[in-house]
């Protein structure tokens, strides 16, 4: 079946400008997450939807971030104001349910490569 | 706190050659652990999980992991290299209490098979 899908693949933006990153998660999965990986690192964790709320938005590194996810499907990660520190992959991941990451694989998708110039 | 770490950036190994890329790994409670694998411009695909029970386990693509407790490791091992088998490897382990659905990520090891 379809994986996870993401788009754009890549977002070339300049710095100060809003942007907008899709997710599209394996049909079937209630829970969804954004994680963000800087060069040389590993993923790091933003938000977890479970269904349509955000059950845990702690990762998300200031007010200028924001994920939605209207219908418990597709989400949406919004970026105001982007700088350049903003500029890395972002992945989205979905899993059957959320309740513990031990019980449930989390299935990533290709990510979107963001750049701040 | 949960956390992982993989303490070698980068392995190389010759075609055909056992591999071994290390994770190590500090968790309360009992540990759950992961590996996945990133191949250039792909998202990161599971391999194998830890829960409980046999410490040899074994995932996708002919991995195994081997995990520790006295030696808090939970090592990935292949006995026989691939030049396929090149690229980033990251070791996880879920967070504890209401965070447990997270995966909290090593940074990464990048794996080359030299033919």
């Known amino acids: 079946g379809a994986g996870v899908s993401q788009t754009p693949s890549n977002k070339v933006t300049e710095k100060g400008k809003y942007v907008e990153l899709r997710c599209d998660p394996i049909s079937g999965h209630t829970a969804l997450y954004w994680y963000r990986q800087s060069l040389g690192q590993g993923p790091e964790f933003l938000i977890y939807f479970q269904g349509t709320g955000a059950a845990d938005d702690s990762g998300l590194p200031n007010d200028r971030f924001f994920a939605v996810r209207p219908e418990g499907s597709v989400s949406t990660l919004k970026i105001q104001r982007t700088e350049r520190g903003d500029s890395a992959v972002y992945l989205c991941a979905s899993s059957l349910q959320g309740l513990a990451a031990n019980d449930y694989e989390q299935y990533f998708g290709p990510g979107t490569r963001l750049t701040v110039t | 706190a949960q956390s992982v770490a993989q303490p070698e950036d980068q392995v190389n190994v010759a075609e055909g050659n056992p591999l071994t890329v290390k994770c190590t790994y ?78 909290t990520f090593g940074k990464g090891t990048k794996l080359s098979v030299i033919p």
């Open chain 2, 26 to 103: 500090s968790v309360s409670g009992n540990p759950y652990l992961f590996w996945y694998v990133q191949y250039p411009n792909r998202g990161l695909q599971f391999l194998l999980k830890y829960i409980t029970g046999d410490n040899l386990v074994k995932g996708s693509y002919g991995f195994e992991a081997e995990f520790n407790k006295s030696q808090t490791s939970f090592h990935l091992k292949k006995p026989s290299a691939l030049v396929s088998d090149s690229a980033l490897y990251f070791c996880a382990a879920p967070g504890s209490g209401a965070g447990s659905y997270q995966l």
